[in-house]
Every structure is written in structure tokens, then in C-alpha cells.
């Protein structure tokens, strides 16, 4: 199974955007799977973000798609998701993830970040 290691600001202003990075050590991201970004706010239950596809296509939740952009950069292995325009809302844990098959079979450990002013 891959290593997928999240890294972000920890701490964004509202208005401001997130941008959150994932690295995936011990497996390509341009090798079959999906590669997403889910979220969990205090409180509350997982929500997916989106997926980018080994293909490089893209794949956004219709409740934040027009705030949310995920790229991938495949010299490093690396993906992100940036989200425009947060607010304390946005605040939450955020994992990186690979699904393939309906499953999510490798997770990073999660980055938590705060969008406080």
C-alpha cells in the first residue's frame, strides 16, 4: 500500500484560500486509482471533496465545486486541493485518500486546519 502524507497552513483567514498538499510515497499517482481529498469538521461526519483521477480528470461534491480546485503535480507524486473563499466553516480535518474499486484503501493521517481571523 502507498504512504500518503498531507501538509497545509494549519491556520487560514476567512476570504482567504486553502491550499492543502498530498504525497504519496510507494505508488505512482498516474497509475490506476483515484486520489481524494475528504473532510471532517468537529463534529461532524466524513464529506468527500473531490477526486482526481489517474488520468489527471477531476471530480468535484456539487455543494463545493465552485470553490474547490484539485491539481496534481506528477515529478513530485503529489496532489492538492485548494478551496477558495473559506470560512469558519471550512474548518476541519483534511485526508488525502486513494479509492479504487468503490473502496478507500490507503489514507494519509490528516492535517487539521482553522480558518480563524
Known amino acids: 500500500q502507498p504512504q500518503l502524507q498531507e501538509s497545509g497552513p494549519g491556520l487560514v483567514k476567512p476570504s482567504q484560500t486553502l491550499s492543502v498538499t498530498c504525497t504519496v510515497s510507494?505508488?505512482?499517482?498516474?497509475?490506476?486509482?483515484?486520489w481524494s481529498w475528504i473532510r471532517q469538521a468537529p463534529g461532524k461526519g466524513l464529506e468527500w471533496i473531490g477526486d482526481?483521477?489517474?488520468?489527471?480528470?477531476?471530480y468535484y461534491s456539487p455543494s463545493l465545486k465552485s470553490r474547490t480546485s484539485i491539481s496534481r503535480d506528477t515529478s513530485k507524486n503529489q496532489f492538492t486541493l485548494q478551496l477558495s473563499s473559506v470560512t469558519p466553516e471550512d474548518t476541519a480535518a483534511y485526508y488525502c485518500?486513494?479509492?479504487?474499486?468503490?473502496?478507500?484503501?490507503?489514507w494519509g493521517q490528516g492535517t487539521q486546519v482553522t480558518v480563524s481571523s
Open positions: 485518500a486513494r479509492r479504487g474499486n468503490n473502496l478507500y484503501d490507503s
Open positions: 510507494g505508488g505512482s499517482i498516474t497509475n490506476y486509482y483515484y
Open positions: 482526481i483521477h489517474y488520468s489527471g480528470s477531476t
